[in-house]
């Protein structure tokens, strides 16, 4: 698995509309360029789930992977919200909030996400100017 102690990284799963656009929406508030991402469906996302022990077939968490450690679910995004410019990083106290609690709401939005969001015929492609931020191939 690549390094996350420089850049933590952030999986998810390409073919999801909500996920692709939380992508764009963490890379348009990351001036300071902290985060790398792979899709899930990518050889680089596969490995690194293998590496993890999880599903390579069902992604429904985004995972951020920082300092060698795998942040699933409501932790994941209150994670990477932290590192955010402007007030996103405030939504960090919802950290105190019991994790079950977190994950109930982020698992309802999870198993429907694809039915009130949309779902993409193929891994979004980032454009040349972001192609330095996605980890694609297994190293």
Do not use: K
Request: charged share 20%; proline share 7%.
């Amino acid at each position: 698995m690549p390094p996350s102690d420089e850049h933590p990284i952030i999986l998810f799963d390409g073919v999801c509309v909500l996920c692709s656009g939380s992508v764009r929406f963490v890379i348009a508030r990351d001036p300071a360029r902290h985060f790398r991402f792979a899709s899930m469906q990518s050889p680089a996302g596969q490995a690194m789930l293998r590496e993890l022990g999880l599903p390579l077939a069902t992604w429904e968490s985004s995972i951020l992977i920082e300092n060698g450690v795998a942040y699933r679910r409501s932790t994941a995004i209150l994670r990477i919200a932290r590192h955010l410019s402007g007030l996103w990083p405030a939504l960090a106290i919802f950290l105190l909030v019991p994790r079950f609690l977190r994950d109930a709401g982020y698992d309802l939005i999870a198993r429907h996400r694809y039915r009130i969001f949309g779902r993409l015929e193929a891994c979004m492609v980032p454009t040349p100017a972001l192609r330095a931020l996605f980890i694609e191939t297994a190293e």
